[in-house]
C-alpha cells in the first residue's frame, strides 16, 4: 500500500462530558464502579432525549418565567442535599465512632443548616421576583 492510499487515523474522540442526571448522593449507594458509570451514561442518555439542545445552550431567552423555574429547581436540588447531611449527621452508627467520624458527623450537621438556609434564600428570592 503506498503513502498515497493509506487512510489516515481516525480524529480523537472529543473528550466526553456527562451531564450530572443522578446525585452523586445516590450513586454513592453502588459499591461496583462500572455499575455508576453505566447509571452516568444512562442519565446523560436519558437527559439528552429529554430535554431540547437550545435550551441548555442558552441560544433562547426564556425570561423570568424561565429564570424562576431554574432556580427553583436549583432550590429543591439544594434541599435533597440538604435531607442527605442530615442523614449523614444524625445516622446511628451500630458500632462505636472515632473522633474523626464524629466530628464529620457533626459538620455535616452544620452544613446542612447553612446549606439548608440558603435553599430558603433561593425560594423565598423567586417568590418574591414572581
Aim: some cysteine.
Amino acid at each position: 500500500m503506498s503513502a498515497a492510499t493509506r487512510t489516515s487515523p481516525p480524529a480523537p474522540h472529543p473528550e466526553v462530558r456527562i451531564e450530572p442526571v443522578f446525585y452523586e448522593s445516590f450513586l454513592a449507594g453502588f459499591r461496583d464502579p462500572v455499575h455508576v458509570d453505566v447509571l452516568r451514561l444512562m442519565g446523560d442518555f436519558i437527559h439528552t432525549l429529554s430535554v431540547e439542545t437550545f435550551y441548555w445552550v442558552r441560544e433562547e431567552c426564556r425570561g423570568l418565567a424561565g429564570m424562576q423555574s431554574d432556580l427553583a429547581a436549583v432550590a429543591a436540588d439544594l434541599e435533597h442535599l440538604v435531607e442527605f447531611l442530615r442523614g449523614l449527621g444524625g445516622g446511628i452508627c451500630e458500632v462505636e465512632e472515632s473522633p474523626e467520624e464524629a466530628e464529620l458527623r457533626r459538620e455535616a450537621e452544620a452544613w446542612a443548616q447553612r446549606l439548608g438556609r440558603l435553599a430558603g434564600e433561593m425560594r423565598a428570592a423567586v417568590e418574591a421576583a414572581g
